[in-house]
């Protein structure tokens, strides 16, 4: 009887080497993603320091561009703000430089224009007639979105919605 979990698969390193190329082909990932691949994979010490050396040198892995896509892609689809997506990258084990890099390829001007649409879209659902109760509940949402309390402040003020 089948327990429903499956038998871990063991690669050698040219297998795993193939394997994980095509894993970074598909999307961009961090060097912790693949790490613990090719750990699933039954690589370990030298194969998989060898395996991510070689998927650096031939730009199949490459953090810069990870953190960059990453921060553009949450931004653009998801609509996240900086702190929630330094949160994401921070998971991803990404490097507080390229971190910052990232962070700020995001256009200002974009940042700002999808900050104010999202409080002005919100407020057309809250109903709260108080109005700090109806700022607060509006800042709570942005700040989970993972946008400034500065900001925040500032697109409430342009937008007469405070």
């Known amino acids: ?8 698969v063991y690669l050698d390193k040219k297998q795993a080497l193939a394997k994980a190329e095509s894993f970074c082909v598909y999307q961009e990932r961090s060097q912790k993603e693949v790490r613990y691949k090719l ?8 194969e998989l320091e060898e395996i991510l050396s070689d998927l650096i040198m031939n ?5 810069e561009r990870f953190a960059k896509s990453y921060a ?27 971190l910052q890099k990232a962070l700020y390829s995001l256009d200002d001007d974009d940042y700002l224009k999808t900050l104010t649409a999202l409080a002005i879209k ?5 109903a709260e007639s108080n109005p ?9 949402y942005l700040q989970g979105r993972g946008f400034e309390t500065d900001l925040i402040l500032l697109a409430l ?3 007469n919605l405070n």
Do not use: T, Y
């Open 1 to 8: 009887m089948k327990s429903g979990k499956e038998e871990p």
């Open 39 to 46: 750990v699933e994979w039954g690589i370990r010490g030298d």
């Open 59 to 63: 730009n199949f892995l490459n953090e």
């Open 72 to 98: 553009s892609g949450k931004f653009n689809i998801k609509k996240w703000g900086r702190v929630k997506i330094k949160q994401g990258l921070k998971l991803k084990g990404v490097p507080d430089r390229i």
């Open 122 to 126: 919100k407020s057309e659902f809250i």
């Open 132 to 140: 700090i109760k109806r700022k607060m509940k509006l800042m709570n």
């Open 157 to 159: 003020k342009a937008s």
